[in-house]
């Protein structure tokens, strides 16, 4: 890789992280949960998303971003769990990035939600680089593509704060060794929060949305501390 190469790399990220720092500073003050979701194609993550909206909208203020490389089928899959999607067709570019989500949420009062998710595209390489502002990434590994993959892909992980195992449905059938996954997932990143899943079944779902709940009100809890230090 030439100097140059190098040079212009550095300098997109860099130009990404300033954005990426002011888009946070935005969901923070306009007290919105922000998480991201990443996973290889064929994951499940559309399927644990629209799992997730469904049951959320029920009593919580829900939006997604979905970007894809060329179609909106997920978007109109998700749609069906709640009006408030938007695609982002990203072409050839296998990741989002700052600059993305910015032009996305335009028109959107990021006030008037708790949540909002981003299903990146699938890829477990290029979006490890990319901050988007959120406040928490999770990284999907499905039952069916094998324990490996943490230590195939160890930056996602790294760069990741929860880990989501899916398809548990299908543990069986694809020989599936859990506690193999689970120690390559704490090899590469100590401590990880994992959850194991089934958007077809629902099971573990609970967990996830309980999880999430507790995070909101936490949320809420230090920018309501935040804001009231302010005043002092």
């Not at 300098?11 to 720092?21: G, I, P, S």
């Not at 029920?58 to 999607?85: C, I, M, S, Y």
């Not at 910015?102 to 028109?107: F, K």
Request: proline residues 3%.
């Amino acid at each position: 890789m030439s100097t140059r190469i190098v040079e212009v790399r550095a300098k997109v990220l860099k130009q990404n992280d300033l954005l990426a720092h002011a888009l946070r500073e935005r969901f923070e003050a306009s007290g919105v949960s922000v998480i991201s979701l990443v996973s290889s194609p064929g994951s499940g993550k559309t399927a644990f998303l629209e799992k997730l909206l469904g049951t959320l909208a029920a009593n919580f203020r829900v939006a997604a971003l979905v970007g894809d490389l060329a179609t909106e089928n997920d978007a109109a899959r998700l749609k069906r769990a709640t009006p408030n999607v938007r695609q982002i067709t990203t072409g050839t570019i296998c990741h989002l990035d700052a600059q993305m989500i910015e032009r996305a949420l335009e028109g959107w009062q990021l006030d008037a939600l708790d949540f909002l998710f981003i299903e990146n595209v699938g890829n477990l390489v290029c979006p490890s680089s990319y901050d988007l502002g959120e406040e928490l990434r999770f990284v999907l590994l499905s039952a069916t593509e094998g324990e490996d993959k943490p230590l195939k892909y160890p930056t996602i992980f790294n760069s990741s704060d929860v880990a989501i195992i899916t398809k548990m449905d299908m543990a069986g059938p694809a020989e599936f060794d859990l506690a193999a996954a689970r120690r390559n997932i704490e090899s590469v990143r100590p401590g990880m929060q994992i959850f194991e899943v089934s958007a077809k079944t629902g099971s573990g779902m609970q967990d996830v949305f309980q999880f999430l709940r507790d995070k909101l009100a936490h949320s809420h809890k230090t920018r309501l501390a935040l804001q009231y230090e302010t005043t002092q």
